[in-house]
């Protein structure tokens, strides 16, 4: 079936093309969540709650772009607005001394894997990691990162900047328990 017919099926509130859709997208979407929001209940709760955006806002689709791209920004708009919600997006988090005690040197990451990464990921700071998946795996500038969670652009560069330095040093006291 033809991607068009199906957002037009959507958009007479087809109960078919709904599964279909959250079928296909639900489970890459559900990552995304998961990269913004911890704990697996709540990213459920905020996958649930991006579906229901979709589908309430699915006339706004204008077919200019991906049908995927549109879903993508719905999804990430959701996680920053749960966070906002819960109160985990704060700027006082920058604030805080964290000691850096990083070399300049790369750990060798031959024995981390992907899961291992993404562990080190979910125990960065709500904010950091916000910034980080939004800069590192989505492709936002930081100038866009700055709109979004309305912060000045130099904010968005010292999270991103002290999430790699936090992950960084996690990985590296990873690596020294293997």
Known sequence: MSEQRLILACK???LWARKEVYDQY???????????????EDAKDVLQEGFLKIFVEIGQYSGKGSFGGWIRKIFVN??????????RLKQKELLTD???ECSGSV??????????????????????????????V????????????????????????????LLQKKVTELMDHR
């Open 98 to 100: 964290v000691e850096m």
């Open 138 to 165: 989505e492709g936002f500038s930081h100038r866009e990162i700055a709109a979004l969670l309305n912060i000045p652009e130099s904010t968005s560069r010292s999270f991103f900047f002290r999430a790699r330095q």
């Open 78 to 87: 959701t996680s920053l607005d749960y966070m906002r919600k819960k109160n």
């Open 107 to 136: 750990p060798d990451m031959a024995d981390i894997t992907a899961d291992d990464l993404i562990r080190c990921i979910d125990e960065l700071p709500d904010t950091h990691r916000a910034v980080f998946n939004l800069f590192a």
């Open 26 to 40: 639900a489970p890459a979407m559900m990552a995304l969540c998961r990269r913004y929001v911890s704990d697996m």
């Open 12 to 14: 007479q509130g087809k």
